[in-house]
């Protein structure tokens, strides 16, 4: 089955607990996302990244590391978390190449992650 | 930067009304235009998209109007049920890189009411 696959899904952390939120895709997809969820504040992009080795900001990557050293993979790190890390994250794929075409964006199931 | 701007922020209808959500977009490259819908608790999913070279699209219930001289683009979902009841984001493409990004619309929680 197609999927974007994260993990945890849930998780309760303490700050300055380094923690890392994998996300995986068995699509063969280039382009992957990282975005938070925040009540009122929509989907906001995290760190994005065109294909292997290639990665960019988005609109909040403040306290957010990625890489993305294979295809399938795109895993967020949290180096030191903090309580405004609190939120929940979603991960996403698609073939790419937005800028040339319609392409689906297919999300992971989410992964609620709390700082205390 | 390049941004999306989504209206209304919540949208509360009677079962059987129509209901239309607004979306500005600031690139003027910009030139697919996806609409999410996400249930409580559930992911975000695509339900319709259109790309710049079309005016209007239409799905059964829901249709699409981009309007790219204005820079703004709406989803209209005709004939409500409670099912519609969820979060709508719009997004666009932006460019970025050498294959553009999608950004996303703060969202629209739309309520159906029976």
């Known amino acids: 089955e197609a999927q974007v696959t994260q993990n945890p899904r849930y998780l309760i952390t303490v700050t300055g607990k380094k923690l890392t939120v994998t996300c995986s895709q068995n699509m063969n997809h280039e382009y992957m996302s990282w975005y938070r969820q925040d009540p009122g504040l929509g989907l906001r992009q995290i760190y994005y990244?065109?294909?292997?080795?290639?990665?960019d900001k988005g609109d909040v990557p403040e306290g957010y590391k990625v890489s993305r050293k294979e295809k399938r993979n795109f895993p967020l790190i949290l180096e030191s978390p903090s309580p405004n890390q609190t939120s929940l994250y979603f991960c996403a794929s698609s073939q790419g190449q937005f800028s040339s075409g319609a392409n689906v964006l297919t999300f992971g199931a989410g992964s609620r992650l709390t700082v205390l | 930067g390049e941004n999306v701007e989504q209206h209304p922020s919540t949208l509360s209808v009677q079962e059987g009304d129509s209901a239309v959500i607004k979306c500005t977009y600031s690139?003027?490259?910009?030139?697919?235009f996806p609409w999410y819908k996400q249930e409580l608790g559930k992911r975000p999913q695509l339900i319709i998209d259109?790309?710049?070279?079309?005016g209007e699209k239409k799905d059964q219930r829901i249709a699409v109007t981009l309007n790219k001289t204005a820079k703004h683009f709406s989803l209209h979902i005709t004939e409500t049920q409670p099912e519609d009841s969820a979060v709508y984001f719009c997004a666009a493409t932006v460019r970025g890189g050498s294959q553009g990004n999608l950004i996303f619309g703060k969202g629209t929680k739309l309520s159906v009411k029976p």
């Open positions: 990244s065109m294909n292997v080795e290639v990665t």
């Open positions: 690139d003027s490259a910009s030139n697919y």
């Open positions: 259109i790309r710049s070279n079309v």
